[in-house]
């Protein structure tokens, strides 16, 4: 059996779903194909659960911070509450229902099932071939990647859907990756008392950030009871009496009563038909040009392009993309102002270039560092201040190119860096802007003056 429509969307996670919606508001004859859950990782497993069970562990540590501040106050942690908070309000008891029947509403054409291109517009779903008169749109995401260790098929270990919906955290928790998903599942599972080591094979947690922001983190975790191990490699999984054993290179064995894999995200690419329209299954991501163009009539957004596996990047890609389906004028994708904030306690926000990927484009940057205990907010909030700002400057055209904020609301600190290195403010104008007192954000401008004199080389 053969469909006739004018737009195709293989993925209805954030991206694709964002495409689908918009293109059948528009009058548009649009296909969803979706084999599990329309809205994809991020309101199911990812950005929305975890940040609900994040907000559940910060009340639990502002709770145990009244003895120093306001009097008495006694803490027993409860896992259950946050279950059924996630089963019955954030997820709908993971069931896609309600975002199903609003694309429907739209005139949308919903498919479950897994499609495959079959040749340029087409596209396979079972034994139905959907025909695109206009676009085929990929937004596909990822999964979690799985390191081949040898011995971890032969144990029970989790990813981040299992935390999010498990009714029960175990007594001990081995967290495989210190990058944000498990550094955030790793602080949330401690507050609630269980016993976590965080096992990171790089030199340093939150790698992709500031060195400052992952020396903070190390501390506050340590300070917290949780276990950090960098530069640990894991050689092999096997069962354990707890539960599972992670022996590392070196012979250090590690024993809990479960293993939380958190070593990134894979693209699965080689079961799409890739090949049918010119492009190669076999590379890490989909390339696209600035306008979400993977091929003629083939578009690609979201985790699958590779610019960021974050929902707020594939959105935007969506929005570019519609305009391109619709021959609209339409901005170009520019990632120059990329905004991404690590959940933690304390929070780090960054936005643009870190001073690591400026030296290594070559640029004469001054940097500015201020830390949050500084300022006066810092003071007056007390236990829970940590946290720092630092901002990256390109010191030949004055202006910021990037920045992180980390503290108690480092996420929320952040945008006012990204209006700044978005428009290309300049840094001087920034430094004479009146800024409200006392606040968080204030923290700014202390960093501002602290730029480095004079500008710093780049590295030949």
Same mark, same amino acid.
């Given at each position: 059996?053969?469909?006739?429509?004018?737009?195709?969307?293989?993925?209805?996670?954030?991206?694709?779903?964002?495409?689908?919606?918009?293109?059948?508001?528009?009058?548009?004859?649009?296909?969803?194909?979706?084999?599990?859950?329309?809205?994809?990782?991020?309101?199911?497993?990812?950005?929305?659960?975890?940040?609900?069970?994040?907000?559940?562990?910060?009340?639990?540590?502002?709770?145990?911070?009244?003895?120093?501040?306001?009097?008495?106050?006694?803490?027993?942690?409860?896992?259950?509450?946050?279950?059924?908070?996630?089963?019955?309000?954030?997820?709908?008891?993971?069931?896609?229902?309600?975002?199903?029947?609003?694309?429907?509403?739209?005139?949308?054409?919903?498919?479950?099932?897994?499609?495959?291109?079959?040749?340029?517009?087409?596209?396979?779903?079972?034994?139905?071939?959907?025909?695109?008169?206009?676009?085929?749109?990929?937004?596909?995401?990822?999964?979690?990647?799985?390191?081949?260790?040898?011995?971890?098929?032969?144990?029970?270990?989790?990813?981040?859907?299992?935390?999010?919906?498990?009714?029960?955290?175990?007594?001990?928790?081995?967290?495989?990756?210190?990058?944000?998903?498990?550094?955030?599942?790793?602080?949330?599972?401690?507050?609630?008392?269980?016993?976590?080591?965080?096992?990171?094979?790089?030199?340093?947690?939150?790698?992709?950030?500031?060195?400052?922001?992952?020396?903070?983190?190390?501390?506050?975790?340590?300070?917290?009871?949780?276990?950090?191990?960098?530069?640990?490699?894991?050689?092999?999984?096997?069962?354990?009496?707890?539960?599972?054993?992670?022996?590392?290179?070196?012979?250090?064995?590690?024993?809990?009563?479960?293993?939380?894999?958190?070593?990134?995200?894979?693209?699965?690419?080689?079961?799409?038909?890739?090949?049918?329209?010119?492009?190669?299954?076999?590379?890490?991501?989909?390339?696209?040009?600035?306008?979400?163009?993977?091929?003629?009539?083939?578009?690609?957004?979201?985790?699958?392009?590779?610019?960021?596996?974050?929902?707020?990047?594939?959105?935007?890609?969506?929005?570019?993309?519609?305009?391109?389906?619709?021959?609209?004028?339409?901005?170009?994708?520019?990632?120059?102002?990329?905004?991404?904030?690590?959940?933690?306690?304390?929070?780090?926000?960054?936005?643009?270039?870190?001073?690591?990927?400026?030296?290594?484009?070559?640029?004469?940057?001054?940097?500015?560092?201020?830390?949050?205990?500084?300022?006066?907010?810092?003071? $007056?909030?007390?236990?829970?201040?940590?946290?720092? $700002?630092?901002?990256?400057?390109?010191?030949?055209?004055?202006?910021?190119?990037?920045?992180?904020?980390?503290?108690?609301?480092?996420?929320?600190?952040?945008?006012?860096?990204?209006?700044?290195?978005?428009?290309?403010?300049?840094?001087?104008?920034?430094?004479?802007?009146?800024?409200?007192?006392?606040?968080?954000?204030?923290?700014?401008?202390?960093?501002?003056?602290?730029?480095?004199?004079?500008?710093?080389?780049?590295?030949?």
């Amino acid at each position: 059996m053969t469909e006739k429509l004018d737009v195709i969307v293989i993925g209805m996670g954030p991206g694709g779903e964002e495409v689908a919606e918009q293109l059948a508001a528009a009058g548009l004859a649009v296909a969803g194909v979706e084999h599990n859950l329309v809205g994809g990782e991020c309101p199911y497993w990812g950005c929305i659960p975890s940040k609900a069970i994040i907000r559940a562990a910060d009340a639990l540590a502002e709770a145990r911070r009244v003895p120093l501040l306001a009097g008495t106050a006694s803490v027993t942690p409860d896992w259950a509450p946050v279950a059924r908070r996630l089963r019955d309000v954030i997820t709908d008891n993971w069931n896609d229902r309600v975002a199903v029947e609003r694309f429907e509403r739209k005139g949308g054409h919903f498919y479950r099932g897994t499609g495959r291109l079959v040749g340029p517009g087409r596209v396979a779903v079972g034994h139905t071939v959907l025909e695109a008169s206009r676009a085929v749109v990929i937004g596909t995401g990822t999964s979690a990647a799985i390191p081949p260790i040898p011995g971890l098929d032969q144990v029970e270990y989790w990813t981040n859907r299992e935390i999010i919906e498990t009714e029960r955290l175990p007594a001990s928790l081995l967290v495989m990756g210190g990058g944000a998903v498990g550094l955030e599942l790793a602080q949330a599972a401690a507050r609630f008392g269980t016993r976590v080591t965080v096992v990171e094979a790089l030199d340093r947690i939150l790698a992709l950030e500031e060195p400052e922001a992952s020396k903070l983190i190390q501390t506050v975790f340590e300070r917290e009871g949780i276990e950090v191990l960098t530069g640990a490699r894991v050689e092999s999984a096997s069962k354990a009496e707890a539960g599972v054993r992670l022996t590392l290179v070196g012979g250090r064995e590690l024993e809990a009563e479960r293993v939380l894999v958190a070593t990134g995200r894979r693209a699965n690419l080689g079961d799409l038909g890739l090949e049918t329209v010119g492009l190669d299954p076999a590379q890490r991501f989909i390339p696209v040009d600035d306008h979400l163009r993977a091929a003629p009539g083939i578009w690609a957004v979201g985790d699958v392009t590779g610019k960021g596996a974050f929902t707020h990047v594939a959105v935007y890609q969506a929005r570019i993309a519609i305009a391109d389906i619709l021959r609209r004028a339409n901005p170009v994708a520019d990632y120059a102002a990329l905004p991404r904030v690590t959940f933690t306690d304390p929070e780090v926000g960054a936005v643009g270039l870190t001073e690591s990927q400026a030296r290594k484009q070559s640029i004469r940057i001054r940097t500015g560092f201020s830390p949050l205990s500084d300022s006066t907010r810092g003071f $007056i909030h007390g236990p829970g201040n940590d946290g720092f $700002i630092k901002l990256i400057e390109d010191a030949d055209s004055g202006v910021l190119i990037g920045g992180t904020t980390s503290g108690p609301s480092g996420g929320e600190m952040l945008s006012m860096l990204s209006v700044a290195v978005a428009g290309k403010v300049p840094t001087e104008r920034l430094r004479h802007m009146i800024w409200a007192y006392p606040t968080f954000h204030r923290g700014i401008e202390g960093a501002l003056q602290a730029f480095a004199e004079p500008a710093t080389e780049p590295v030949s």
